[in-house]
């Protein structure tokens, strides 16, 4: 009778005996075992290219608002100081409440197409993120410490958002990568950086307005602001070398065929 051979075929010599010894009374060679089912359900391999160049866009979007913030904040931080050299000099204020108004105005304008542009980024590169994590599923199913879902929930979950979507991005970059693409560690970790940062200095800045109410606060506060809105647009520039690398390295990967990407 002909048996089926197998890469798990038991060896000649001692070998069948301890098989024997653990199951396999026949001393016949062991059929190969099933594949393991994929940890997160199933995981088909989908472009990310369209979604990254409308993320790189979207971002692109956030920095022209940044700029135009920092111009708002420069204003107010002006207005101001020319405020506090009235006050100082016992000079008439009339004159500078037109200039205020119109900071005022401005301010509030960079806010709205600030906020704007970061919900409309926030929407479409989750979508993106989510669709380069279930492609690295497809690349290697079993290098993910999180289930699929906390691709999303991770950025949102208090606390647990300061620290797992950076796991799980360096995750998702680990099975992308190609023989001789580039390590994670850097780009990553200095991309995660920034954003973090961006949330410290955004909500310090955002406090330092609420409470202003003198022209030495007001100054500080819009001081304060622009720092913010420079590390927002530091932030987003690295978030757009992250996007596109990525991006990248999956479809230069898809396009490898099984052989080279290890699919």
């Given at each position: 009778?002909?048996?089926?051979?197998?890469p798990q075929s038991v060896p000649e010599g001692p070998a069948p005996a301890r098989a024997t010894a653990q199951g396999n009374p026949s001393g016949l060679?062991?059929?190969?075992?099933?594949?393991?089912?994929?940890?997160?359900?199933?995981?088909?391999?989908?472009?990310?290219?369209?979604?990254?160049?409308?993320v790189v866009a979207l971002l692109g979007l956030v920095i022209a608002t940044d700029l135009f913030a920092l111009w708002a904040d420069y204003t107010l931080y002006d207005v101001a100081g020319a405020l506090r050299g009235a006050v100082a000099g016992g000079g008439s204020l009339d004159a500078l409440a037109?200039?205020?108004?119109?900071?005022?105005?401005?301010?509030?304008?960079?806010?709205?197409?600030?906020?704007?542009?970061?919900?409309?980024?926030?929407?479409?590169?989750?979508?993106?993120?989510?669709?380069?994590?279930?492609?690295?599923?497809?690349?290697?199913?079993?290098?993910?410490?999180?289930?699929?879902?906390?691709?999303?929930?991770?950025?949102?979950v208090p606390f647990v958002n300061l620290v797992r979507p950076r796991r799980i991005m360096a995750e998702i970059w680990d099975a992308s990568r190609l023989e001789g693409d580039s390590?994670?560690?850097?780009?990553?970790?200095?991309?995660?950086v920034l954003w973090i940062l961006r949330l410290a200095v955004d909500r310090l800045a955002s406090s330092a307005s609420s409470k202003a109410e003198t022209a030495d606060a007001l100054q500080d506060a819009a001081l304060q602001a622009l720092?913010?809105?420079?590390?927002?647009?530091?932030?987003?520039?690295?978030?757009?070398?992250?996007?596109?690398?990525?991006?990248?390295m999956q479809d230069r990967k898809a396009h490898a065929g099984p052989a080279l990407a290890g699919a």
């Open positions: 009778m002909t048996m089926p051979s197998s060679p062991l059929a190969p075992l099933p594949p393991l089912p994929p940890p997160n359900g199933p995981a088909a391999l989908r472009s990310p290219v369209g979604l990254g160049k409308a037109q200039r205020a108004d119109r900071a005022d105005t401005l301010d509030a304008v960079a806010g709205v197409a600030q906020v704007a542009a970061l919900v409309a980024t926030a929407v479409v590169y989750l979508i993106w993120f989510l669709r380069v994590r279930v492609n690295a599923e497809v690349f290697n199913p079993f290098g993910h410490t999180y289930s699929r879902s906390w691709a999303g929930w991770g950025w949102f390590d994670r560690q850097g780009i990553v970790n200095a991309w995660w720092f913010a809105d420079a590390v927002d647009i530091a932030s987003a520039a690295l978030a757009i070398a992250v996007v596109v690398r990525l991006t990248r």
